[in-house]
């Protein structure tokens, strides 16, 4: 089992940046394939983006190419989630995700354990 909290979140322009983190604890994180999710009032979550337990293949929704970046320390059992040129259509809860299934998904209910979120909200 694995427990996971976010921080970093916060208030930023558009065109601005934000690091989060998400420090797991528990066993074997490594294991797990982990995903950043973001969830705007009265829409669905979605899948921002996440990487294959083991420290494998990256995944990035179209929306978020070429601006957010996703890595992991793994002594410090932290992922990050770099956004760069933040747009209003940014704003949102930002969950971070971890499963055990050998497949990486990027379906909001394919995972086990969820962090508390981190709201963003970026400003015109």
Do not use: H
């Not at 669905?44 to 293949?57: A, C, H, N």
């Amino acid at each position: 089992q694995v427990q996971l909290v976010e921080s970093g979140g916060g208030l930023v322009q558009a065109g601005g940046s934000l690091r989060l983190s998400c420090a797991a604890s528990g066993r074997a994180f490594m294991t797990y394939n982990v995903g950043w999710f973001r969830q705007a009032p009265g829409k669905e979550r979605e899948f921002v983006t996440g990487f294959r337990w083991g420290g494998g293949s990256t995944y990035y929704a179209d929306s978020v190419k070429g601006r957010f970046t996703i890595s992991r320390d793994n002594a410090e059992n932290t992922v990050y989630l770099q956004m760069n040129s933040l747009k209003p259509e940014d704003t949102g809860v930002y969950y971070c995700a971890a499963d055990r299934n050998y497949q990486f998904r990027s379906t909001w209910n394919e995972y086990d354990y969820w962090g508390q979120g981190t709201q963003v909200t970026v400003s015109s």
